[in-house]
Nanobody
């Protein structure tokens, strides 16, 4: 069973960069045909897919967030990382890591527990 755990600061100041880490256990992030997504849930926009990184290292981003989002990985540590630049209070949300592409929005399977990130004014 694959397990995912998000971690990172719970409070970020406006204009700064939000950085989160997804630690994957029970499976390799380089396993063929596996994708690893970042998703967030906010009061204003609800559930929103942010982007994903594929087993090959290729990245894919939501057009709405592409200019501010960077997803990367550390294969030795089995980590998937998220960076969101120039944050505003509208970026306040619960952030989730999940196995799969955008289709993971339809299921809670292989999601982490999520981590609350607040952008203070």
């Amino acid at each position: 069973q694959v397990q995912l755990q998000e971690s990172g600061p719970g409070l970020v100041k406006p204009s700064q960069t939000l950085s989160l880490t997804c630690t994957v256990s029970g499976g390799s992030i380089t396993t063929d045909y596996h994708y690893w997504s970042w998703i967030r849930q906010s009061r204003g926009k609800g559930l929103e897919w942010m982007g994903a990184i594929a087993f090959s290292g290729s990245t894919y981003y939501s057009p709405a967030l592409k200019s501010r989002t960077s997803i990367s990985r550390n294969t030795s540590k089995n980590h998937v990382t998220l960076q969101l630049t120039s944050v505003t209070p509208e970026d306040t949300a619960v952030y989730y890591c999940a196995r799969g592409g955008i289709v993971v929005l339809t299921t809670g399977t292989y999601w982490g527990q999520g981590t609350q990130v607040t952008v203070s004014s």
